[in-house]
């Protein structure tokens, strides 16, 4: 029988402790709120604000009518450069594109030469580069067929393609980004301080002091769980309506509340992760360096930064193990399609599932944990 | 005191003023006691002695209880090879202060550990109150107090706090808890203290909370485990005469393990304890009488003997360190010492190298996360699942579908009913783009009349929706393409784009993401690695060592930075290697640009982790700092995702004040690029910048002393 009185106590006791630490307190707040913002904002999951350069050695109509279809957001404004720049601008990561425009571009256009135009990419900017050269590519099409028939009508293809973005329909990349950087800082927080709490607990002898006392290690274990999960839940609270829809002003496909609640089963995982590496850890320091291993690759291979199906087959059965992955797949289908609880279900079962297992592997380690002397 | 015995002169000091001074002799017979601890009391000012008059003779015990409540029975634990406790009996009876006597690490705490139920026997049996220790028995967890080695109080908790947290957790009732803590608090004299948080307390005060705290439930059984190490005498001596209390006034069993042989001596009973077994049990009078011994001391050393092992062996032993790792006492002048520098570096070296653990977690650590990460953080999108809805069910409007599984980019998968489940297929993430072809596609397609083609792409993940849509276009054009040329049309475009993918034609994920992966392992593990070092310090109270020797800042920080920086600088090795031989990226340009670039950026990166430990309080808030001053920035500041050129506000301003977009470029310049040295210098002229600033931080936020 687990003592709900002997939870509370320890959860207050937890809480208490968790406060007091200020500077950690600034720390917490700093990353729900400055730098989700700042993720949300400043960085992109699609092409935005690309830099390109322009070599123009024609400087015909044509010429400036190509140069002025690079439109914001999707392109800064191009830059014009020397030809003998190029190099060095590309080596210093100036430009992701250079485009070379050659001399007597228009003359042989309507000469009907089909004259080739020369587009520099960075392929070491590996996200924008692929996606960039498509938008160029129909930017400098699209403007010389207008060009040439002087008027902006229909394309004149056999078939119209009429492309339509499902659920997410201006591709808005701040919801997500937004949301990929609380998942980030929440899994953060959640691992390393339940786990840290439990060894500082070890280290500062606590621990056995509340073990010759009529306490379960479940329960210094649940409290542990609750006490920081409930902070870091607060802070999410604070990170979604505050920084995300009051601040941002974002709007979801989905219900807010079901994210939450969806957010708040995760917290749950991570929080007894770390409870679980902390019991795997002898020591502080080896806590700390668990926690990047392991933190790291749940965080990057998530599908938050990288398409899954780029993976090699074997990652991508591995990758299925993570709970980020499943938390990551519910967030993108609560928040830009809409996907309700019938939906998101087996990945809300699936990352619980993952927590109690952590718990129940935790709970088998406790007291060779606590045995285990540094 | 025990060592003061043997001093040819002692000075008493209380309060910064000389009390007293001469050879233990002269003082004892000054103050008419048999003891220089007492001596000390006797000597200090009567409001100073905390009521504390006379000799507190230990009153006679009522010998006629002779209940064991405390049982050993041939008590074993091992720890692998090592025996640390080996058979040991022991039977303690009620009422009695029973003392447990030997050096450190001789197993008197494990004992202790295996008697309350902390740690399970290897072998043989402990039993309280006649029954067996067991750890689920939590009956007989109420009967016991029990306070370690270490003072086991919440620091951050008040007096009151930890007072009531220990009454409820001890399932006391809450009014009985309020009546026992204020109860408490009057006896142990805590009133002034109620509401200062544990940690701040002096060390006599938070001995008396510890006390008070491990009885707050009358427990009939107290087990301390050297509770008055580190406690002035005066204090001590006010803690024996509460454990003499306890003992004659409310029957409580005490059994308490101490190295002091003063307070060995007043003990109704000791057993002496020695490399793992008890060697002796008895009163303390009969054991010296045994021995023939003046005092309890020599008697203890003749017991010793006679186990027979050579006295060398058996001074206590000491961890092993090498000379230099204690402050060099010679005061070396100048701003800078190279030996004072030395000896920190050393001492943090020895520290990481007796934890293998630790160093293979951050060496195949580092060559683990860069094997998944080199082939897991691809952006080369393919085999992408799709469905199409055929309405129509012509040869046209199948070429059209072939059009798009005839390309490695898709595969498809399956066909869907109708509208709604191709968007049910969308949503529930099965494909991720969906074709639905009207019905008279292929006889609008015959007659000229622009047919209309709906395509929808999951724009769930934005990157990946951009990137189909550009392979949809590509697919769309292509079946036109193949159509015009059905129909004898001119296909020639009125100008043509030739994309030229620099530094890396074959446009592979790999080959620019492992060189920017660098950027990322040597930032994280090595900050990682450094942060806890003066933190961890303070948290556990040796930074003191840095206000009483005379070492400089500079020389503490730099020596507990060098470690980590050879070690980080073996993964710059280890990464390199197997970029090029594990990935197959080749190195292009300068090694000698990125091994000098990878230096600096770990003299940065280590850097940052040392500055979060010189400015938080606790080893948690400095880890947690660390991660969030790092892994964000560096992920998604740096250029690992985004062009930094690309970026805006605060992100653009972060990722242009942090080393790993310098680093990035340098290590992507060198492979990818194929830059020479010259053309890496500006890259690594930045990198170098940040250590010189990071340092000068830490200098600024590391106090020399505790304010």
Redesign the interface.
Known sequence: MLSL??IW??C??EI??LL?????FI??I??CT??V???A???????????LGVVDEDHSALSQRIIDGFLPPRF?APVMVAPNEVDRA???????FVLNIPPD?QA??LA?R??????????????????G??Y???I??DE??RF?RRDAA?SG?????????????T???TW?TGAM?LL??IN??AI??TG??LM?ER????L????????RASEIMLAKIFANGGVILGMSLLSLYVVLQGILGLRIAGSLPLFFAATAIYLFFAAALGIFLATLA?????F??????V???M???S?A???L????DW?QTA?QLLPTKHYV?LT??IL??G?GLE?VWPELLAIFAMGAAAFAFSLARF?NF??QQQ | MDEAERFSHVVMLDQGRILASGSPADLKAQSGTAALEQAFIALLPRERRGGLDGESALPPRQEDDTEEVIVAHGLTRRFGDFTAVDHVELDIHRGEIFGFLGSNGCGKTTTM?ML?????ASEGEGFLFGQPVS?GD?SL??R?G?M??????????TVR?NLM??A????LENAKAIERSKALVRHFDLKEHLDA?ADTLPMGVRQRLSLAVAIIHDPEILILDEPTSGVDPVAREGFWRELLRLAREQGVTIFISTHYMTEATRCDRVAFMHAGRVIATGAPTELQAAQGAATLEEAFIAYMELGGRAAEQDLPAMTPQAPETSAPVATPRGWFSGRRFRAYAWRESIELLR?P??LA??LF?TV??ML??G??????????GFAALDRDGTPESRA?IEAYSGSSYFQRQGDAPDGDGL?QR????KI?L?IEIPPGFGAD?RR?R??????????????????I??Y??GA?NS??TE??RQLGQSV??????????????A?R?I???V??LFAMMLM??PA??A??GVV?ER?RGSITNLYVTPVRKLEFLLGKQAPYVVLAYVNVLLLTVMAVFVFGVPLKGSLFGLLLGGLLYVLASTGIGLLTSC???????A???T??LT??PT???S?L????????????L?GSVFPATYFL?TS??AF??G?GLV?LL?FIAATAAFWPVFLALAWLFLRKQET
């Open positions: 009185r002997n106590q320890l207050g006791k208490t402790s007091r630490d200020r500077v950690l720390f917490m700093y990353a400055l730098m913002y700042a993720q904002t400043g960085t992109s999951h699609d092409l935005v604000r690309a830099s800064q590309m080596d210093h990561a100036r430009f992701t571009f042989d256009v009907g089909s004259p080739e135009m020369q587009l520099l990419i960075d392929a070491t900017a590996v996200m924008q580069a692929g996606i050269a498509n160029i590519q129909s400098v099409s010389t067929g040439l229909a293809d056999a078939v119209e393609l009429k492309l339509r973005i499902a659920f997410n329909q591709l808005e990349s997500f950087a980030q800082v953060m927080l390393l301080l840290a709490a500082r280290e500062h002898g606590t056995e002091h509340l073990l010759v006392m009529p306490v002898r020591s502080m320091a080896q700390a360096l668990l926690f990047i291993l933190q790291m690759p965080y990057m291979l599908g930064l990288t398409p199906e780029a993976m090699p990652l990758v797949a993108q289908a830009s399609r996907a939906t007291r606590l045995s | 550990k309350t139920g902390l740690l399970p750890a939590f967890r109420r016991i029990y370690a080695q270490s003072f086991s109080l919440y620091g951050e908790l706090q947290l220990h409820a957790l001890y399932g948080v934890d653990i630790r977690f951050a650590g683990m996360l998944i990460f082939y897991g953080i691809t952006f080369d999108v393919d085999n992408i059209y968007l969308l949503r529930g993430n991720a969906g397609l000229g622009t047919p209309e083609v709906s395509v929808w792409i999951d724009g769930g993940m934005p990157f990946r929706a951009e990137t849509e550009g949809v276009s769309h079946f036109l159509l015009a020639t475009q009125p100008a043509s784009l030739v994309m030229r993918y620099r530094y890396n034609q446009f994920s080959d620019a993401m060189p920017a994280l593990i990682i690695l942060t806890l961890s948290e400015f938080t309080r606790s080893q948690v808030a880890l947690f700092g991660a969030v892994i964000m992920v998604h500041f250029g995702m985004q062009p930094v050129s690309t970026l805006q506000g605060g992100a653009r972060i470029r992507v310049g990818t690029k830059l053309d500006p």
